[in-house]
């Protein structure tokens, strides 16, 4: 249990202890993110894989072929790395959900203005519920959603700028970009 408590440090979890039941106690957000630190952990340690993931999850290769294929119709230019910690969010999101335990913290619900950052995660929101609806038959809370949005917009999705070939050149170098 000290080495337990050691690794929760910093983590906004705890251990209580009531006779011989040890209970974590702490918001969602952070089991979850702990969840996402000990996978990533095993993972480099050669213990856990992606595969084993995909393997629980089989849906999830479909799913990432149809994310990217929607994010390119969209605008969007997929990071192939961060996308495989979008989907990991995703299966612990949707495993947590299975038993009970939804995301309801208020830190992950978007109060943000409207406005170009607020619209792009309204996008992403929407295209990520649509495709959660239909590859895995299941509706995402709000505060889910807009979570997952959130690391998709920082972690695995560009938006890509229209290029208007004839447009004048902004700078000397621009056709070179543009070759390259």
């Keep these: 249990l000290r080495r337990i408590r050691t690794r929760l440090d910093g983590t906004g979890l705890s251990l209580a202890r009531r006779g011989p039941h040890v209970e974590l106690i702490g918001p969602e957000s952070a089991r979850r993110r702990l969840l996402g630190a000990l996978f990533r952990e095993e993972s480099a340690r050669g213990m856990a894989s992606l ?22 119709d969209a605008g969007y230019a997929p990071n192939e790395f961060g996308l495989n910690d979008v989907l990991l969010h995703l299966a612990i999101a949707l495993d947590r959900l299975a038993h009970d335990h939804p995301l309801d913290d208020a830190d992950f619900v978007d109060h943000a203005p409207p406005g170009e950052a607020g619209d792009e995660r309204d996008e992403l929101t929407a295209l990520l519920d649509a495709l959660v609806r239909e590859q895995f038959g299941r509706a995402l809370g709000e505060a889910e959603l807009t979570h997952l949005a959130r690391l998709l917009g920082t972690r695995a999705a560009t938006r890509t700028a229209a290029t208007d070939a004839s447009a004048p050149a902004a700078s000397d170098r621009t056709e070179l970009v543009r070759t390259i």
Aim: glycine fraction near 4%; aromatic fraction near 10%.
């Design 51 to 72: 595969e084993e993931l995909r393997a629980a999850f089989p849906a999830l290769p479909s799913f990432r072929e149809a994310l990217v294929g929607r994010l390119a």
